[in-house]
């Protein structure tokens, strides 16, 4: 699974890819509205990890490798940061790990280069920003 989120012009936003062992894709973009001051980088990276992490977790995957770009958000599920300001996101995270037998964090910042179908690519699609259900937070 690739999660990625980004705070753009339009507001807070994440992708998920989700990439399955038959070479399958599924795709998925969030768009989120929270106040301006509440919305940052490492926020939607989360929202889309959260996101991916129920999605998988209700197809009953039980091992799962999540890959982002975000250096903070992997590092905080390895265990090896923390930071009182996301500990929300990490306490959730926790609750849905409960749900896997195995769950690996990749820390990838080239990802979005090496795959013809890439979560930015989904995050950014034009027409999937015009088609897709708004969600609130």
Request: charged share 20%; hydrophobic share 40%; glycine share 6%.
């Amino acid at each position: 699974m690739h999660f990625d989120g980004a705070f753009l012009l339009q507001g807070a936003s994440a992708g998920v890819l989700l990439v399955a062992p038959t070479e399958e894709h599924l795709k998925y973009v969030i768009q989120m509205h929270f106040p301006r001051e509440m919305s940052a980088n490492n926020t939607a990276e989360y929202e889309g990890l959260l996101a991916g992490l129920r999605i998988v977790a209700d197809l009953g995957v039980k091992k799962l490798i999540v890959r982002g770009d975000s250096q903070l958000v992997v590092r905080q599920i390895n265990k090896d940061y923390q930071s009182p300001l996301m500990e929300a996101y990490v306490d959730e995270v926790r609750k849905l790990e409960e749900r896997f037998d195995d769950i690996q964090a990749e820390h990838v910042p080239e990802w979005r280069t090496t795959s013809p179908i890439t979560c930015q690519s989904v995050l950014h699609s034009s027409y999937l920003w015009n088609q897709v259900p708004f969600c609130s937070g």
